[in-house]
């Protein structure tokens, strides 16, 4: 009679150990890849026999060792060294808006290569700035902003401060520096009859050597030259680059002598006594006192005078004399014989238009004084 047999303890039944899976040397498995280390047992247990029946006995068994055996080799992989390079930040694509930008606040501007902090430091290269981070919050934002600010302060402070600078040098050249002075040499003089000459004109101008004709003023430097020279009736300047000014003088014409101790003088059409001659001159009309009064006085010369200048060169040439009585009636003595009578100073300018068309006809007396109504005898 047999005995019966005893079970064999849990304990004693030989289990599947991961240590026990041999592992070729020189290949390690990688995690996660039981499907190929079941591929590997299944070649190597098709050349024996009896192979695939012990396969179909264990089930999933080898699977299981595989496994434990493949995550004890991943186990035994050495960390990364420090050598190691580090990945870049990779951009969170699902992040992205419609519009294809990213919501990230620490973003990187896109460039043609990207190199990171450390490389950067590592091998002395320098990113470009299309690399380097924008800003890393609101606090840096608002710090770029303010320098862009201040910067493009500066520039306008700058660009206003250069403005400045060249126009005080561009007045300085054309008002104070000898550039545009005045040479007295360059000046040019026209109109004189003779009785001016250009040396008289820059004598009176020698005050003024020196300075920018531009700081000049052309009418105080007529009124100069009129008051200095009293056969000028009028001037006109205008200014002559670089140095020079050119003066245009109006002279007084002599059109009446009167008849003193000292010679006779010589006036113009307003009275100015222009010269003394020691002779009587010629082409002149004789200012004479009335019969019985021995001496004009000065406004009853200037009353001849005006009248007599009043006429034009081809009528004034037929007067030979001219006088006026105490209540200022002028009366001229034509060369032929006949009287004018003038009459007061008004109207001056029309009588002697009016004198003109009458001596046409021949008379013995001319009146203009009334020159609308104008009559002869």
Known sequence: MRKPSRPRPVSQQPSHDASEVPVRPGRVPAAGTAGTADSADSAATA?????????????????AASSRSTASAASSVEPPTAS?????PRRDHDALQPGGRALTLFGRRSGRSAVTADEGRGSGA?????????????TDRLAERRRA????????AGAAAGVVVLVAVLVWALLFSPLLALRTSAVTVKGSDGTVKAAQVRKVLEKDEG???????????EQEVTDALVRVRSTKVSRDPLHGLTVTLTMRVPVAAQETDAGWKVMDGDGVVLGTAQEQPSGVVVIAAPDGQTALTGTQVKAVAKAVGSLDKTTRGKVAQGTASSTGQVTLTLTS???VVWGDTSESELKARVLAVLLKQGAQT???????????A
């Open 366 to 376: 001319y009146d203009v004084s009334s020159p609308r109504t104008p009559t002869t």
């Open 337 to 339: 014989g006949a009287k």
């Open 126 to 138: 320098v990113a470009s700035p299309a690399d380097r981070v924008v800003s890393t919050g609101l």
């Open 84 to 88: 190691t390079p580090e990945l870049p």
């Open 211 to 221: 300075t920018s004709i531009l700081r000049l003023s052309t009418g105080d430097v």
């Open 47 to 63: 050349g024996r026999p009896g192979g695939a029946s012990r396969r179909r006995r264990t089930g999933t068994a080898p699977s």
């Open 149 to 156: 600010v201040r910067s493009l302060r500066l520039r306008r």
